[in-house]
């Protein structure tokens, strides 16, 4: 790679404001991660019976999960969105535009009927509401992720991308913690209170979002005019192999995420190994732990590369599929909470925080936006649907069937790791260096 190539990741010194972007990129994904996954929570604990009553409560969660699975499918078509408008107008707009998107939908989410209030009209506003928070939330990451990442020196890409990562495990901390308050409050309040609150953080982060700075790459993409007119046709035609290993990277993290944490919830639940207050206290202290863990391994990866550290946390996935439900079915609080903390800060924080970095190095900067979002979010609908699917396998197969499908998916990312080319291996490195003894100033070239 030369330093030409390396020149698209922006400023070899990095901008001024840096910290400030990674911030508010990361004060953006807390939001958008607290509406999101709030939603989970409530679909594995609430909405079963709020949305989608019966006599079975195992056919209620798959309504739920189901429910679910919509807003991970819209999460493509934003991130379409969204990378579209990020490679042609800019990433700000985008973060701006996703964040009031996200808000209002979770903000109604609060305020929804129930079943029992308007009967079948109930499900279809949630699943409504729901598309428009996957299509927020498909196109907030690439804005978050690139303009933290084209704002940053290059030898820091990691750990500045990472605080932006970072964001997500604060984001599911705040809104377990919620949940964990709310469960006192009885059904209804419990699941309602936790989304109307979540109009205060949308106000604060478009506050913070509004003062930062415009991509300086995109900026000088638009100077050189190399804006592209059909920006997702282009990466899709040149650069489809990298989409496509893309996926294969974010499957290991996401629908692992869906198994160990959004379906482990369920399933700790109803199977009577935890109560809600044990589940969500477990869910608080691994997400509290994930948000020092996913800023680690992000900085990890600007030492040794990328792919070292994918290769190694995918390979230990798939081998920790069985043991983590030998563990929980113990029904012992302390090996449940140290099981979920080991499937959240090692298998997913782990994989979080190499791909701010990673995902972007794959594309070139005037089609970034659309190939880093395409293959983020593609994945997604694997993982929305990864609950509904892991219900399934155990009505079918116990516990194992969840299991074996984590290992799965952890296979699924560890080949993608292996076919994948290192971005930010000795030679970049070095080149890095040579770049920076050249500029120590930091002057633009």
Request: hydrophobic residues 50%.
């Amino acid at each position: 790679m030369s330093n030409e190539a390396l020149a698209m990741r922006g400023p070899v010194h990095g901008t001024k404001d840096a910290k400030r972007v990674a911030v508010g990129s990361a004060v953006g994904a807390v939001i958008e991660t607290y509406d999101f996954i709030g939603f989970g929570t409530a679909a594995a604990l609430y909405f079963g019976t709020a949305f989608f009553p019966g006599g079975d409560p195992v056919t209620g969660t798959l309504a739920a999960f189901a429910t679910l699975g919509v807003g991970f499918a819209a999460r493509p078509l934003g991130g379409i969105l969204g990378g579209h408008l990020g490679d042609k107008v800019g990433r700000k707009p985008v973060l701006v535009a996703s964040l009031i998107l996200m808000g209002l939908a979770t903000f109604l989410i609060g305020l929804l009927p129930t079943y029992a209030q308007v009967g079948v009209l109930a499900p279809v506003l949630l699943v409504a509401v729901r598309v428009i928070q996957g299509l927020a939330f498909g196109a907030e990451w690439g804005g978050a992720i690139l303009m933290s990442y084209e704002h940053a020196p290059w030898k820091q890409k990691g750990k500045y991308t990472g605080i932006v990562q970072a964001g997500f495990p604060v984001g599911l901390l705040l809104a377990n913690l919620v949940f964990l308050f709310s469960v006192q409050l009885g059904n209804e309040w419990a699941w309602r209170v936790p989304f109307l609150a979540s109009i205060v953080l949308v106000a604060v982060g478009l506050i913070i979002r509004s003062k930062v700075p415009e991509s300086p790459v995109f900026e000088d993409v638009k100077q050189h005019g190399d804006i592209v007119k059909a920006p997702i046709v282009q990466v899709v035609r040149d650069d489809w192999r990298n989409i496509v290993r893309g996926i294969g990277l974010r499957i290991a993290e996401t629908a692992g995420y869906a198994v160990s944490i959004t379906y482990m919830i369920s399933y700790l639940h109803n199977s009577e190994l935890a109560d809600k207050t044990q589940t969500l206290t477990a869910l608080c202290i691994a997400s509290a732990i994930g948000i020092f863990a996913t800023a680690a391994w992000g900085r990890l990866t600007d030492r040794i590369g990328r792919r070292p550290v994918y290769v190694a946390s995918t390979a230990f996935a798939v081998l920790f599929g069985v043991p983590m439900f030998l563990l929980v079915n113990t029904g012992l609080f302390l090996f449940i909470i140290a099981t979920i903390v080991i499937s959240y800060a090692v298998c997913q924080n782990s994989l979080a925080g190499a791909q701010g970095a990673w995902f972007p190095e794959l594309f070139q900067a005037k089609t970034r936006a659309s190939g880093a979002s395409l293959a983020y979010q593609i994945s997604a609908m694997v993982s929305g649907f990864t609950p509904f699917i892991t219900t399934l396998l155990f009505v079918a197969f116990g516990w194992m069937g969840p299991a074996l499908l984590f290992s799965a998916y952890g296979a699924i990312g560890l080949w993608a790791a292996l076919a994948t080319r290192e971005t930010w291996g000795r030679r970049e490195r070095r080149l890095a260096d040579e770049a920076a003894a050249a500029n120590p100033a930091g002057i633009p070239a």
